[in-house]
């Protein structure tokens, strides 16, 4: 594939030679087009070095090859990373005063765009404005992380790392032609599973004012201060969920038992037991559109919790012989969070809920079979069931999941796949509904 990386003028732009190196070695053909400014930051020597391509920064070198229109129009994705505040405000008003701002503007591809800058610069209402014209347009923006920046500040701006730019290119390149141009094209698509889509193109945007909650990780249910129960979800599958719902414009809140880096553009609320995530989710969901339960929130709890930690042994038989006895530990069942949002919406279609089932299959049914009879029980909007197992899914980076949606017979099945893939075909189920 033709993959165009244009570089702004910002310090992330180091992080650029890496996205490079990842895009070269998945066997793309990539095109450097950085701005003079990019320059200043890493040199044109580096990046014709590490794309074997001679690099450019006007549109007057090379003119008899017309590279002002020939780059974007033989593109099959354009990525700036980083994206400054000038670049972003060029790009939304049409201008071409440079090569990169005129491949901007001849693509007719896919176009990514990964804003970095300082958190004042990006928070404030024209690089918002412009960020929101781009987004309407098709554009996928891509939402900045937070953390350090330059010199001693940290905030919202901070360039996503490369693994996850790469990740983004991956899916958007993956779509092919099944997705319309990123600049306005309302050609209609066709989805895998052969429904007509002409709604706003998938993956660019089209959660943009919609506010979303996803829960993620095991529930851990304390015994006493060193011990509890607890299961083997990782929580790496609500992390993409999270995730891609943010590449896509959502407002993510991530409630979570897991330590896993936050996404990008996702604010975290961190939780340990089924109680306290029931009480997070209840606090979030009033003004959400969608709500997905992928959490593995633990069914029983600990009927007590012992302040001390539980002795192994507890003294000596009339004999003299070590007492063997184990305590005995009383479980109480914790309460259905899934259903109970179900419950409290009513008559309501909002919020859409998904649910997910991590099953085993066994003598009374199969994986698929316990998922419909759960998707009737619970009677969410989507269930996504996967099949889990010491080695199988929980902590793995694919995963191989059935969608099921209320009132349809239809299953999608998805994977083996990566966990953001899984999580890119349920968002499509879930932009449908919405």
Same mark, same amino acid.
């Given at each position: ?30 095109? *450097? *087009?950085?701005? #003079? ?17 001679? *690099? ?17 129009? /033989? ?33 007719? &591809? ?9 958190? /004042?610069?990006?928070?404030?209402? #024209? ?8 987004? /309407? ?29 790469? $990740?983004? &290119? ?10 319309? !141009? ?23 945007? $089209? =959660? ?66 089924? =109680?306290? =995530? $029931?009480?997070?989710? !209840? ?10 339960? #992928? #959490? ?27 007492? $063997? ?15 109970? =949002? ?68 239809? *299953? ?23």
């Amino acid at each position: 594939m033709k993959v165009v990386l244009g570089v702004a003028g910002g310090i992330a732009a180091y992080k650029a030679c890496s996205l490079l190196r990842l895009l070269t070695e998945a066997g793309h053909d990539v095109t *450097v *087009v950085p701005t #003079a400014s990019a320059l200043h930051f890493v040199g044109e020597a580096t990046w014709a070095a590490l794309s074997g391509k001679p *690099v450019h920064t006007d549109v007057w070198s090379d003119i008899t090859e017309v590279p002002h229109v020939r780059i974007g129009q /033989e593109a099959d994705l354009v990525v700036v990373a980083p994206a400054t505040a000038d670049l972003l405000a060029r790009a939304a008003t049409g201008q071409a005063d440079d090569l990169l701002t005129n491949v901007l503007l001849t693509a007719r &591809c896919p176009v990514v765009m990964a804003p970095a800058m300082h958190t /004042e610069m990006y928070e404030h209402p #024209a690089t918002q404005a412009n960020i929101s014209t781009l987004t /309407e347009r098709g554009v996928h923006v891509v939402p900045p992380a937070s953390g350090r920046l330059t010199g001693r500040d940290s905030g919202p701006g901070r360039l996503p790392e490369p693994e996850q730019l790469f $990740e983004i &290119c991956r899916r958007e390149l993956e779509r092919g032609d099944s997705s319309p !141009t990123s600049w306005g094209d309302s050609r209609p698509t066709r989805r895998s599973d052969g429904v007509s889509a002409d709604a706003a193109p998938q993956g660019r945007g $089209e =959660l943009s004012g919609r506010r979303v909650v996803v829960t993620a990780g095991g529930t851990r249910e304390p015994l006493d201060p060193v011990r509890y129960l607890g299961n083997r979800s990782s929580g790496k599958q609500g992390y993409a969920l999270a995730r891609v719902a943010a590449e896509r414009g959502a407002d993510v809140v991530l409630v979570t038992t897991s330590s896993l880096p936050v996404p990008a553009g996702v604010r975290a609320v961190p939780v340990e037991t089924a =109680l306290e =995530l $029931e009480a997070a989710v !209840t606090a979030e969901v009033g003004e959400a559109d969608v709500v997905v339960m #992928a #959490a593995a929130v633990a069914d029983f709890r600990p009927a007590s919790y012992a302040e001390h930690k539980i002795k192994k042994t507890h003294g000596s038989g009339a004999d003299g012989s070590p007492d $063997e006895s184990a305590p005995d530990i009383v479980l109480v069942r914790n309460p259905d969070v899934l259903a109970g =949002l179900v419950a409290a919406r009513g008559a309501s279609a909002s919020p859409v809920v998904v649910g997910f089932a991590a099953e085993t299959g066994d003598a009374s049914g199969s994986v698929l079979e316990h998922g419909r009879d759960k998707l009737a029980r619970k009677g969410c909007d989507v269930l996504v069931v996967n099949e889990v197992g010491t080695d199988v899914t929980f902590g793995k980076d694919e995963n191989t999941v059935h969608v099921l949606r209320r009132g349809s017979e239809d *299953v999608l099945d998805v994977g083996p796949a990566s966990k953001d893939a899984v999580a890119a075909a349920v968002w499509d189920v879930v932009t449908d509904l919405l």
